[in-house]
């Protein structure tokens, strides 16, 4: 089967389709990645074939301004940067798509969706978070469009109605059918809750337990669990690291991932709270910061799957794959949610019981109580514990979704036999 995977976003959303491609070509099938080149090195160090579907200067650009704007301004400059790059991506999948292929790709993988429309190709559609799923059954947290589970649910499902009718449709509608147009297809409303969603398959990489599926959500969903890629098989640990992780007590490990913030206020309030607390702590960041005493390692990289079974709790942003790595892990978290998805993962951690949310505008005063409440926190640890064992492994969770999109492809060949 020829696999082309179409992933877009940071390394919190191209990680996960890394490790479902690594199993895929693991299991005898032909794989080509499709990225921004700013993750050309890491899709060669998994052996597949890379094609670059935009510049690493791009991308650092565009992060470069997202430090400096708004989540509203920084959605419209993420969203100009998708849809021109919808046609290009649709022209590259179409030169390499043949009778044998099933495309996999984001939901914002516009030009996957296309292609499925225009050409009849096969198309698996996978989130690697529940807060992309608009569910008037369990809402998910967005802001700043809150829809709070206490309202009844007629008016819950009324707002999602109007939002993605009445702002989402109007935003993104004029520039998705204008390509619609360009190749011949009617034009579509209901782009976020429906259209973007393959209706051959879609693929929840999260476990039920996190995200328990609604029935609102779009149909031929299938949940397989987390798919726990971070390099941890690619990148050794440096002798520094392996000696400070070595040490009795372990350490407390900060994280902000690929969100753009002020790493230097946020570590520098961390340090306060660490050196308050008597602890240990490893930063990660590839900010240069002021130094920190002998308590304090900072790195730019380390695989959390090889650095959370020696950590005491994580204090972190909030993205998927941190979350799913410290629920493997089984120790507490600290989420400090900025944009999109992270509330809702907030949010999911408090309910499962395993961990906390501070809210990222006040960290300075209140860093230090909440790791200290939530070291302190017996309750909070043996959830941890209990749900450890819930979690599959990478590779098992990975072979579920590689099981769907098998399935996908096979129903697809058989009709046009």
């Not at 996999?104 to 559609?125: N, S, Y």
């Not at 569910?135 to 109007?162: D, E, M, N, Q, T």
Request: charge should be neutral; aromatic fraction near 8%.
């Amino acid at each position: 089967m020829n696999i082309l995977v179409v992933a877009d976003g940071t390394a919190g959303d191209v990680h996960p389709l890394l490790g479902l491609s690594s199993i895929f070509a693991s299991q005898g099938h032909s794989v080509t990645f499709f990225t921004n080149s700013v993750f050309a090195e890491v899709v060669e160090r998994c052996g597949l074939r890379f094609v670059p579907t935009g510049t690493a200067e791009a991308y650092h650009a565009l992060r470069a301004r997202a430090a400096v704007t708004n989540a509203l301004e920084l959605s419209k400059l993420v969203w100009k940067s998708l849809i021109n790059s919808v046609r290009p991506v649709f022209d590259m999948l179409v030169s390499e798509a043949d009778d044998d292929t099933v495309i996999v790709g984001h939901p914002w993988a516009l030009g996957a969706r296309l292609i499925q429309e225009k050409h009849g190709v096969p198309l698996v559609t996978l989130h690697v978070s529940p807060a992309t799923f608009l569910s008037a059954k369990l809402p998910p947290i967005h802001r700043p469009f809150p829809v709070p589970l206490w309202l009844p649910y007629s008016v819950r499902s009324g707002l999602f109605w109007a939002l993605e009718r009445g702002v989402v449709d109007r935003v993104l509608g004029p520039d998705i059918n204008r390509l619609r147009f360009e190749l011949g297809l009617p034009p579509v409303t209901r782009i976020y809750g429906r259209w973007i969603h393959s209706p051959q398959g879609v693929l929840g990489l999260f476990p039920d337990w996190f995200a328990p599926p609604q029935t609102d959500w779009p149909p031929n969903v299938s949940v397989t669990g987390f798919p726990l890629f971070d390099e941890g098989n690619l990148r050794s640990i440096d002798p520094e690291t392996e000696e400070f992780l070595a040490k009795d007590l372990r350490p407390v490990v900060f994280t902000v991932g690929s969100s753009c913030i002020d790493e230097i206020t946020y570590y520098a309030t961390a340090a306060r709270a660490i050196n308050a607390l008597g602890l240990r702590a490893i930063f990660l960041t590839s900010q240069e910061l002021p130094p920190s005493g002998p308590n304090i390692l900072v790195r730019s990289y380390v695989p959390l799957s090889r650095l959370l079974s020696c950590a005491r709790a994580i204090v972190h942003h909030g993205g998927t794959g941190t979350v799913s790595q410290a629920l493997s892990a089984g120790i507490p978290q600290i989420i400090t949610p900025f944009v999109y998805d992270q509330f809702d993962n907030a949010v999911r951690i408090e309910r499962l019981g395993c961990g906390i949310q501070l809210d990222s505008g006040t960290l300075a005063r209140n860093m230090l109580p909440g790791l200290q409440r939530l070291l302190e926190s017996v309750e909070i640890q043996q959830n941890c514990i209990a749900l450890r064992s819930k979690v599959d492994s990478g590779p098992s969770a990975c072979r579920k979704a590689l099981s769907v999109v098998e399935k996908v492809a096979s129903q697809a060949m058989s009709q046009r036999a």
